[in-house]
């Protein structure tokens, strides 16, 4: 391969299209024999690269289009049998140093990109990633290529983003895993620039992240709080610094024009209620997230904001004196002011479905408490902590056979809709039970200790069954003879 003869436009396209010919096999085996051959070709420019930008001189951009051409090939020979490049450790050294380069992200990151070297970055990432495949343990160049979503390539990245997203999880072992997961802990690397570490840690910078990524991370910190909460916050220390910065973190999805895809905003709302359940927060940020979760009935994220629910509704009336007051005003004034919308009329009544009642005699022995949640399984809490619904029923009763009415006898409703009604008259039969046994249950104790007067000692069962035995004797003194004559 002359230097010449590459940079020729139109040998370097009858080379190109000879070598991805299904026949071409020999002549792609001639340069998977020997691989040096490349190494000129990707060696780096040297001083003729600190030109200055935008008018870039004869020999740089010869220089590059020889990079360019060199990937190029690589990238072929690699589609054709990728194998290959798994052993050439020194050939993927050159490849990595070139995608690593700061010049090389700049370069391609400019709209006024050359139209013959557009797709460099795509053929680049693909011949690297087709040699992490080969080499799991190769973890750092998977984290390099993740350059390649910290700015706006023209070509589509797409292949990259399915590997990480769906072959990973799948296929690696647990061990990569584990090795992965610490390997992104460890950010103190010099091969990881400030900049990188910034677009994943910074939350002073989350307008430049993927929604994904940011989705990924608020998943990833809301694992963190509720399995290891112990870990984040101290109450016997001053600082609470890792929970405000987890905090900060999820603080822009409460923002309206912060936050646009429904996912990632009501992932930051359950990762914030699950703070909210853990720790002791001020009540108008616990407020202010009821309030947001209450008006959140778009379907695109339903699964993640019921979830949300039922992991904070419980905590309200927890982390505030007046929690059941805050609880029935914003549910009631939701219902009266936004219930003609029939998906948010819905959404509120599912949630009084779903925390109808909150309080069941459990496995665990008499006074055991435990949460009934339809939607998740939840552990045992504190007694105290589980009145939801039931003590405020009486000023929801009202708005609750109305929405029935509304959903049960509309023509345009649908099936969904008309089991919320049955579930709705079922919760309404239920709390008049509950109403009726504790009102029974109060009747009996008070008539109980009225019975027993102050000096008063009461006769032991035992004896009380021998003297009811002494008069029915004294009261038929002939019962059995009269039997034996009978």
Request: net charge positive; charged share 25%; glycine share 4%.
């Amino acid at each position: 391969m002359m230097e010449a003869t590459l940079n020729d436009p139109q040998w370097s396209r009858m080379f190109m299209s000879f070598l991805k010919h299904k026949d071409a096999k020999p002549l792609r085996d001639v340069l998977a024999s020997n691989p040096s051959r490349f190494g000129p070709l990707l060696a780096p420019a040297g001083t003729a690269a600190a030109v200055r930008p935008g008018s870039p001189s004869t020999a740089t951009t010869a220089r590059l289009d020889l990079q360019f051409h060199a990937i190029k090939i690589i990238s072929i020979i690699v589609k054709n049998d990728e194998a290959w490049l798994a052993g050439q450790h020194s050939l993927v050294s050159q490849l990595r140093r070139v995608w690593v380069s700061e010049a090389f992200q700049e370069r391609h990151r400019k709209d006024n990109m050359a139209a013959t070297n557009w797709k460099e970055p795509k053929l680049l990432a693909f011949c690297l990633l087709s040699y992490c495949k080969r080499n799991y343990m190769e973890i750092e160049l998977l984290f390099q290529l993740l350059r390649a979503f910290t700015g706006r390539f023209l070509c589509n990245m797409t292949f990259l983003k399915e590997y990480m997203e769906e072959e990973i999880p799948r296929n690696y072992t647990i061990t990569q895993k584990r090795a992965l997961f610490f390997r992104f802990v460890d950010f103190n690397d010099p091969h990881f620039n400030d900049e990188l570490k910034a677009k994943v840690l910074d939350p002073e910078k989350q307008a430049d992240l993927l929604d994904s990524l940011r989705i990924y991370l608020l998943q990833f910190s809301t694992l963190l709080v509720e399995h290891a909460p112990h870990h984040i916050h101290d109450n016997n220390k001053s600082r609470n610094s890792k929970l405000r910065r987890l905090m900060t973190f999820a603080w822009p999805c409460l923002l309206p024009k912060a936050c646009v895809d429904p996912a990632c905003k009501y992932s930051g709302h359950l990762l914030l209620a699950h703070i909210i359940a853990k720790f002791a927060i001020h009540k108008k940020i616990v407020l202010q997230v009821f309030h947001s979760l209450l008006k959140a009935y778009t379907m695109e994220a339903r699964a993640i904001v019921r979830q949300a629910m039922a992991i904070l509704t419980p905590a309200v009336p927890a982390r505030m004196e007046d929690g059941h007051q805050m609880l029935t005003h914003w549910t009631r004034k939701i219902i009266v002011e936004e219930g003609h919308t029939v998906p948010q009329l819905v959404h509120i009544l599912h949630l009084i479905v779903q925390h109808f009642r909150v309080r069941t005699p459990a496995p665990g022995g008499p006074g055991h408490l435990e949460v009934l949640d339809t939607w998740r399984s939840w552990r045992p809490v504190d007694p105290g902590h589980l009145e939801v619904y039931y003590p405020v029923r009486h000023h929801l009763v009202q708005h609750m056979i109305s929405a029935m009415q509304r959903l049960g006898f509309t023509p345009s409703v649908t099936i969904e809709q008309r089991k919320l009604a049955v579930d709705l008259a079922e919760v309404v039969i239920k709390w008049e039970l509950q109403r009726i046994k504790d009102q029974q249950r109060g009747r009996h104790r008070g008539s109980s200790s009225s019975r027993r007067r102050p000096g008063c000692q009461e006769v032991p069962h035992g004896q009380r069954s021998r003297r009811r035995r002494r008069h029915r004797r004294k009261m038929t003194p002939h019962h059995g003879v009269l039997d034996s004559s009978g």
